[in-house]
């Protein structure tokens, strides 16, 4: 049986305004994405590839067309209803990792879940496991400075994981990493997928990285090439 | 114009008592950890440190101005005996203004409510009340002294007042007993030395301390003695003790309801208590101060956090992305200016207690003569600070904060 699709992108087209220009960064664009797989995102700077992950994760909107996840269409929720839907069915990871500074580990890991009913102890159990899957479980009272630029990412996957989300959208995850940083943080994207069911959407101008991706989508100029 | 300055100071009072009641709840049900704020606030500590010590100053000088007011009502209100009661002419407001005769004062004296001493001596005493100009210490001018000439009984129905320097004035001699606090501030105030008044000389013969009720501004000396030197035919006021405060409401009654004594009768406290008048001013100032004080404040605290707004924004929108709504957003930046400003409160409360206990005189609205009294910082001033300081780092916060929750997701996430 074919595996059912989590993402549905149908005739998404999204156009700024810069001035009295115009500018198409999505035409048109129709996708499909299933439940498990790891989808690279490419194309030159410019393509659309950010903006196309950031309407899918509900983040941005689009000027017109169908953006289905799990079916429900993202686009029609209004601003409150998408903010509690990120919260429960989306993990991000952005290249900068976004860490609050003043926060410790543990803390910015915990940030997704003080939006949810569980208590301080299921919390603190997520918690910790989310932080023991990136194998930082004895980092968790270090602040993001006291951390390398791979920790840090791998705390900004555990955060991205502690809710259990169904999907998890990473913006050029290794952009700011060196190799072996770069390697780790990879791998874990893949085990998320391959033993743990996630769905993961990766925006990436490294080859290598679009290596570990079960599929891979290239964009440019706001349209699909292949 | 009234009217609508009125309608203005009300609504801006009751949207302050809406966005402190929102801020309240959000502070005790907020998702964002309190401890973001608080650790926040510490990483820009420099504009944070500015900001704090002139929220300070403005709770500071408002606290230590109504400091001074509330130790100008404590030292009347402290004064009095609730045994007490006290009688003055009729439509006189203040002893030093006010007569009572020689005749009024033997009628009084045969009053059946009267308390008696042990050798069964009417507990009453009629005072002199009289206006000195004097020399204060260090080339200070002159100002207006009040000196009372007491009898012994007078002298016993106010306990509080103890000698603590020298010796009580002996009846019959031109001797006087100078209270601490005068002492303190007036030239030739010393045990031992001499000063002249309208041609005639006293000599200070101990030193009295009034336990910080009004008799801490006054000179005592022998009644007798006053009304031979300064030439009075009459009494100022009548102090007597009553048994019990129904004999005492009976005694006012009578005094009251006689067509033929034009006086006023009152229990001892609440004649002092209404000798607050001169706090009112004060109290005026310490309020237009830290109004003027507090819309400088708010802009500080504003420029704070308009500068950490700008410089979280991809915090900001970072939180927005993890799923949390605008009004969280909004309640942080709300809750964190409070704190930075509650700092403040705290601070200037503190820098506030320097004061407390410090005297200083002022001419006495009531008396015409130098009332001398100490800061006096109690719980509900405090309080008063610290609420105060809050709402002004609410005001401070609150367009910072709406910016906060208004910034676009995307465009904060972009933000550098």
Redesign the interface.
């Known amino acids: 049986m074919a595996e059912a699709n989590i993402v549905t992108v149908r005739k998404l087209s999204k156009i700024y305004r810069q001035g009295d220009i115009n500018v198409t960064a999505l035409n048109q664009i129709s996708l499909d994405i299933k439940t498990g797989e790891i989808l690279t995102l490419m194309g030159p700077s410019g393509s659309g590839k950010t903006t196309l992950l ?1 309407i899918i ?1 509900g ?2 909107r689009p000027t017109s067309g169908e953006c289905r996840v799990q079916d429900i269409d993202v686009t029609r929720l209004n ?2 209803q998408l ?2 839907w ?3 069915n989306v993990g ?1 990871v ?1 290249q ?1 990792f ?1 860490l ?4 410790t580990a543990y ?1 910015n890991v915990e ?2 879940l ?2 949810t009913r569980l208590g301080r102890k299921q919390r603190r159990h997520q918690v910790n496991t989310a932080l023991e899957l990136v194998g930082l479980g004895d980092r968790s009272h270090h602040l993001p400075r006291q951390l390398s630029g791979g920790q840090e990412q791998r705390v900004a996957i555990a ?1 991205a994981l502690v809710t259990s989300p169904s999907l998890v959208v990473a913006d050029e995850p290794t952009g700011n990493l060196d190799s072996h940083s770069a390697q780790e943080v990879l791998s874990i994207l893949q085990s998320l997928s391959q033993s743990a069911g996630k769905t993961v959407i990766m925006v990436t101008h490294d080859p290598k990285a679009a290596a570990f991706g079960s599929r891979s989508i290239h964009l440019e100029k706001g349209e699909l090439t292949n | 114009m009234g009217y609508l300055i009125q309608i203005l100071a009300m609504t801006l009072a009751g949207l302050t008592a809406l966005v402190l009641l929102f801020t309240l709840y959000m502070a005790l049900t907020s ?3 309190f ?2 704020n608080i ?2 606030v510490f ?1 820009r500590w420099r504009a944070t440190l500015a900001t704090i010590a002139g929220i300070a100053l403005v709770v500071g000088v408002y606290v230590s101005v109504q400091a001074m007011a509330v130790g100008l009502e404590k030292s009347s209100q402290n004064t009095g005996d609730p045994r007490n009661v006290m009688i003055v002419r009729k439509g006189s407001t203040a002893e030093s203004s006010s007569q009572v005769t020689r005749e009024q004062f033997k009628f009084i004296n045969y009053l059946p409510q009267i308390a008696r001493d042990d050798k069964g001596q009417p507990l009453i005493s009629a005072d002199v009340v009289v206006l000195l100009s004097l020399p204060r210490k260090e080339n200070g001018g002159e100002a207006n002294v009040l000196l009372r000439g007491v009898s012994p009984i007078g002298m016993n129905l106010r306990p509080q007042v103890a000698l603590v320097e020298g010796r009580w004035f002996t009846p019959g001699r031109r001797e006087v007993v100078v209270s601490r606090r005068l002492a303190a501030r007036f030239a030739n105030f010393a045990v031992g030395d001499k000063f002249k008044t309208g041609g005639k000389e006293l000599t200070v013969s101990g030193v009295m301390d009034g336990a910080n009720t009004a008799f801490d501004s006054e000179i005592w000396m022998d009644a007798d003695e006053s009304r031979a030197l300064f030439d009075r035919e009459n009494y100022s006021s009548v102090l007597l003790r009553v048994d019990d405060p129904a004999a005492g409401k009976v005694l006012i009654d009578r005094i009251e309801s006689d067509k033929r004594l034009p006086l006023r009768a009152l229990p001892e406290v609440d004649y002092y208590n209404s000798q607050t008048k001169t706090a009112g001013p004060i109290k005026f100032i310490g309020y237009f101060l830290a109004m003027a004080m507090s819309v400088g404040a708010i802009f500080a605290a504003m420029n704070t956090m308009y500068a950490s707004v700008g410089a979280r924004t ?2 900001i ?10 009004l969280p957003i909004l309640a942080s930046f709300l809750i964190e200016g409070a704190f930075l400003s509650f700092a403040g409160g705290v601070l200037g409360c503190l820098l506030s207690f320097v004061m407390h206990g410090y005297s200083i005189g002022t001419m006495s609205l009531q008396s015409y003569s130098e009332t001398v009294f100490q800061f006096r910082i109690t719980p509900g001033l405090v309080a008063q600070g610290l609420i105060f300081s809050v709402i002004v780092g609410i005001w401070g916060s609150l367009l910072p904060a709406i910016r906060a929750a208004r910034l676009p ?2 465009v904060a ?1 972009k933000s550098l």
Not at chain 2, 317 to 326: Q, S
């Open positions: 950031h994760a983040i941005d601003e409150s903010a509690d990120r919260n429960q991000f952005f900068t976004n609050i500074p003043v926060l803390e940030l997704p003080l939006l955060r | 998702p964002i950890p401890l973001y650790r926040s990483v991809r915090e929108g970072t939180l927005r992305v993890l799923g949390y709504r605008r997701v995307i996430l």
